[in-house]
């Protein structure tokens, strides 16, 4: 028994939901997503509430049942309040700004790097050492901020480099004489 995929979701105020077939789309007030379940659950909306179900009792149709209530949550989650990473940079001269929808990034290379953020995804630079992803669709916000990082990674040295907010890196200790 899934003890995630047994707890409905709920819709907040604002926020409806349509299921045709296997998919599921989700309307808020910060856009639409859809998510296409697969065949081994059952999507219902009754109301302001979300069930999702297993067809069977296959070791498959376990495994897809918390996947799916998840997805659901995230999309729910993602129309409401949206999702956001922050990502702090370390390192004397290491830099970031935003130049319209380009994020240039100054990072001790022989060259300044230009990330075009894509279309959904909203990035800013409040302060040089700082860089907050934000956008509806969770994946895609991961997916640039780790693009962001593999720039300039933390190194374990000196801690040096593009890192998540809160990140701990695991520093090592130097050559002894």
């Known amino acids: 028994m899934s003890r995630i995929g047994k707890k409905p979701v709920e819709l907040p105020s604002g926020v409806t939901a349509t299921v045709s077939g296997q998919s599921i789309e989700v309307k808020g007030p910060k856009g639409t997503r859809s998510f296409r379940a697969t065949d081994d659950v059952d999507l219902k909306v009754d109301g302001n509430v979300v069930h999702v179900t297993p067809r069977g009792?296959?070791?498959?149709?376990?495994?897809?049942?918390?996947?799916?209530?998840?997805?659901?949550?995230?999309?729910?989650?993602?129309?409401?309040?949206?999702?956001?990473?922050?990502?702090?940079i370390q390192g004397v001269g290491y830099r970031a700004q935003m130049q319209g929808n380009t994020l240039k990034l100054n990072l001790g290379l022989s060259h300044d790097v230009d990330y075009v953020a894509p279309e959904g995804v909203t990035v800013t630079a409040p302060k040089q050492t700082e860089i907050v992803v934000e956008g509806i669709d969770e994946q895609k916000v991961g997916q640039v901020a780790a693009n962001i990082r593999a720039w300039r990674a933390p190194e374990p040295y000196k801690g040096k480099g593009i890192r998540y907010k809160g990140e701990f890196i695991f520093r090592k200790e130097g050559k002894k004489k």
């Open 57 to 88: 009792k296959s070791k498959r149709a376990r495994q897809q049942w918390g996947m799916s209530r998840t997805m659901v949550a995230n999309l729910v989650t993602g129309v409401t309040e949206g999702f956001k990473k922050e990502l702090e």
